[in-house]
């Protein structure tokens, strides 16, 4: 009797731990799917940086142009004391699984090494912005200035 309670309670907790996985990944993908749709459209990220890093710029402006199939120009803009760089980047951006996964094709940028990839976890999205943290970094915060 009592191995026919264990095999039962052992078996509802797998039918359950199936079922909670499966509602998870729904959400989850539903999500994905919403975030790809507000992807496309104009995105502003802006950083102002410690003067106590001398090499460091003052403040950082990107505008990110992304394309209703996840393709994207991003310029960038980093003010020094002394000079002010430009740089025009190209590749994708797609959503996957809560995460964004970032792949640059193109960089004007001589030390950014090119094709690479990253990937992001989201940690908030909704139809203004969203913020992603990347592996061994901050968190960065985009926020929507055109559709």
């Not at 079922?19 to 992807?39: C, T, Y």
């Not at 393709?71 to 000079?83: A, G, P």
């Not at 640059?104 to 943290?133: C, L, M, Q, W, Y």
Request: glycine letters at 6%.
């Amino acid at each position: 009797m009592k191995k026919i309670a264990i095999a039962g309670l052992s078996a509802a907790m797998i039918i359950a731990g199936v079922l909670l996985f499966q509602h998870h990944a729904r959400i989850s993908k539903e999500r994905d799917e919403v975030f790809r749709e507000r992807l496309a459209g104009v995105w502003l990220r802006e950083e102002d940086y410690s003067p106590h890093n001398v090499n460091a710029p003052l403040s950082m402006r990107c505008t990110n142009t992304v394309a209703a199939d996840g393709s994207f120009v991003e310029l960038s803009w980093f003010k020094h004391t002394d000079r002010t760089n430009t740089y025009r980047c190209t590749g994708t951006w797609l959503v996957k699984n809560g995460h964004l996964i970032e792949t640059v094709k193109t960089s004007t940028n001589r030390i950014e090494v090119t094709p690479s990839t990253g990937v992001g976890r989201i940690i908030r999205a909704d139809a203004h912005g969203f913020t992603i943290r990347w592996p061994n970094s901050a968190e960065m915060v985009w926020q929507r200035i055109s559709p």
